[in-house]
């Protein structure tokens, strides 16, 4: 897993969960990423725009930082 953006910074931790097997392709969007037999895009951002592909409501402590980190951002 790695984290490269202001909303998902490198500090969140290793575990968020998903609950589906579609795997986005990594793409200069990506800001971060996850492998799961292949590397994939577990978020992704252009411009003010972001989306993870993960639930971070259901992700505990880290998916309560991502969070705070878009409210933060707006």
Partial sequence: ???SSDVCS???GDQVYFT???AAPLSD???ATCEYG???SAAVERGCVSAVQFHP????DVGL???R???DAV
């Fill in 1 to 3: 897993r790695d984290w």
């Fill in 10 to 12: 490198s500090d969140l």
């Fill in 29 to 31: 969007d990506t800001a």
């Fill in 65 to 67: 930082r991502i969070l």
């Fill in 20 to 22: 589906h097997s579609f």
């Fill in 57 to 60: 409501e259901k992700s505990g």
């Fill in 38 to 40: 292949v590397a994939f």
């Fill in 69 to 71: 980190n878009w409210i």
